[in-house]
């Protein structure tokens, strides 16, 4: 078994600051890419961030500048710093990784069960 558990999310008044994380564990081979996605409501799940085995990462258009995604490989974790935040960020946020299991041939991909941002006065 495979779990990604993730921990961080508040409410924040506009400008504030949140660092999400998530931790993957488990009968882990290797991690390739870790992202975080999040779907405010009402509307579809969207990538926010992501980043690669080896650190490349890549952010949707409306957090660059704002929010910085790292990994710690030998540690089995992700993060994401969240600045400047901004009302149009609250959303529930996820944790997801591409995840190779011990004595198992395939990649598959796993979803954290979300936690929950607010950014609000």
């Known amino acids: 078994q495979v779990h990604l558990v993730e921990s961080g999310g508040g409410l924040v008044q506009p400008g504030g600051s949140l660092r999400l994380s998530c931790a993957a564990s488990?009968?882990?081979?290797?991690?390739?890419?870790m992202a975080w996605y999040r779907q405010a409501p009402g509307k579809q799940r969207e990538l926010v961030a992501s980043?690669?085995?080896?650190?490349?990462?890549s952010y949707l258009d409306s957090v660059k500048g704002r929010f910085t995604i790292s990994r710690d490989n030998a540690k089995n974790t992700v993060a994401l710093q969240m600045n400047s935040l901004k009302p149009e960020d609250t959303a529930v946020y996820y944790c997801?990784?591409?995840?190779?299991?011990?004595?198992?041939?395939?990649?598959?991909?796993?979803w954290g069960q979300g936690t929950q941002v607010t950014v609000s006065s």
């Open positions: 488990g009968s882990i081979s290797d991690i390739n890419t």
């Open positions: 997801n990784a591409d995840i190779l299991r011990k004595n198992f041939p395939s990649w598959y991909n796993y």
């Open positions: 980043i690669s085995s080896g650190g490349s990462t």
